[in-house]
């Protein structure tokens, strides 16, 4: 038991990840905190819609699309460090700004729609810059358990923050909660500050250029990658819409107040921090099937839980499928970045990002079609029926034989860092880690 203990929390005792970890513990608190309060605003000024819902997740993740392969290509080439901290004293200011409008009373849909829009722009830095910084903090041998508990600290937030949301939006307003969260940014910054530089594992040169296109080729010679990576992309489209789904269910189907339906949203993220710490144990590149068989998982609790008749019962069936969409989402992130080049991991979880986030406004846009029409439940629903027969597509392709092994390792090298060509590339591990994407990840 002591030795499990040691293994799980291993990365923690690595000064700089301790420093980074506690910090964007408290940050990520205060963005979800953020999530439930904006969310309830949204829908407190539009009678509940659905389409306003969907439209503001839309632009908030709508950056994704134009901006994550080029700032992939900033994380291998610039100090992520800096990048960080200015992204985060950016999203400090965005917050602090629509607290403000919301406490002169003042505050309209459209504002909301720009603030949304605005950090979505910071966050298509951010969050590749993040994954690849982490292990930056930790080196190659520990990659796989920092970005475990990376998720772990996201989740832990998940539960606390939606919680104490409720609790604050039904005391104060929604823009307590707001100010709290721009405050909370400041957590990330300090820790960031006060990281030594000097300990970092950084490669000694970094590439004068990182162009987008040569991470893409990386990608598409390696089918091992590339067939994970399209299975996250129908996922990410169709299933990770819980920011929408879970406040209309809560509020439409269940008629539940702030705090009922932060106890949804706190349920949902405890099976996602379950799973965070369940993966901390894993050693290695986790195999294609495992993979097909955590989205199939998802799939079929997502279709359950959008059929639950009763409040309690759906807060049961999100704890699993909490569990459920972290699982698949740390075995595939492993799956990839651990099988890529180290050179090209900026940008190949880049690519990651787009295609699990990018899709969201998509995604968004879509729910919040179905929800308008066909009722709160068919998003989850629907969600849960697409990631379940994307899984038995990849599963059928696999099984015929399309998807090729990834070339054998020598023996004693790292597990899943060779780079395709049975070789070892030299440690550049300005790479990437498996941390969670966004509060909408990772």
């Given amino acids: 038991m002591k030795r499990a203990l040691a293994r799980t929390f291993q990365s923690l005792t690595v000064r700089n990840f301790r420093l980074f970890a506690a ?6 608190a205060g963005t979800w905190m953020m999530v439930v309060a904006q969310d309830w605003l949204v829908l407190s000024l539009t009678d509940d819609s659905a389409t306003a819902l969907g439209t503001v997740t839309a632009l908030q993740f709508a950056p994704l699309l134009l901006l994550t392969l080029y700032a992939g290509g900033l994380a291998d080439r610039y100090d992520k460090r800096r990048l960080l901290m200015a992204a985060n004293l950016v999203s400090g ?3 602090l700004l629509l607290a403000l409008l919301v406490l002169a009373g003042q505050v309209q849909v459209w504002h909301i729609y720009l603030f949304a829009l605005g950090l979505g722009t910071v966050n298509a830095v951010e ?7 982490v292990s930056e903090l930790v080196g190659a041998e520990l990659l796989p358990n920092a970005s475990a508990l990376s998720a772990a600290y996201f989740n832990i937030a998940r539960v606390l923050g939606p919680a104490v949301a409720g609790l604050l939006i039904g005391w104060f307003g ?19 500050r006060l990281i030594r530089p000097g300990e970092l594992h950084r490669g000694k040169e970094r590439p004068g250029r990182a162009r987008v296109a040569d991470g893409l080729r990386h990608l598409v010679a390696r089918k091992d990658l590339l067939s994970v990576m399209v299975l996250v992309a129908v996922i990410g489209l169709a299933g990770f819409n819980f920011q929408l789904t879970l406040p209309l269910l809560a509020k439409t189907v269940f008629h539940a107040d702030a705090a009922a339906f932060g106890l949804l949203t706190t349920a949902f993220a405890a099976g996602a921090l379950l799973a965070a710490l ?5 050693r290695g590149r986790p195999p294609l099937l495992l993979v ?12 359950l839980t959008g059929f639950a008749p009763t409040y309690a019962s759906a807060a049961a069936l999100l704890l699993c499928t909490g569990f459920g969409s972290m699982y698949f989402a740390q075995a595939a992130n492993h799956r990839i970045q651990l099988g890529s080049d180290p050179a090209y991991r900026g940008r190949v979880m880049a690519l990651y990002t787009l295609v699990f986030q990018g899709t969201t406004p998509l995604g ?27 899984a038995l597509g990849v599963l059928a392709v696999h099984r015929g034989g399309s998807v090729p092994a990834p070339a054998e390792e020598p023996h004693g090298e790292h597990p899943g860092l060779s780079d395709g060509r049975g070789r070892v590339p030299v440690p550049s591990p300005r790479s990437r880690d498996g941390s969670p994407a966004s509060p909408s990840s990772d």
């Fill in 23 to 28: 910090g964007q513990l408290v940050s990520v």
């Fill in 93 to 95: 200011v965005l917050a």
């Fill in 127 to 133: 969050v590749p810059t993040r994954m690849a910084f």
């Fill in 174 to 192: 929604t823009a307590t909660v707001m100010l709290v969260n721009a405050v909370s940014y400041l957590a990330t910054v300090a820790g960031l």
């Fill in 278 to 282: 369940v993966t901390t144990l894993r």
């Fill in 292 to 303: 097909i068989g955590a989205a199939l998982g998802f799939g079929v609790l997502e279709l």
């Fill in 364 to 390: 968004a846009l879509l729910v919040g079609w179905l929800s308008n029409t066909w009722g709160a439940r068919s998003g989850l629903v629907v969600g849960g029926a697409v990631s379940l027969l994307a």
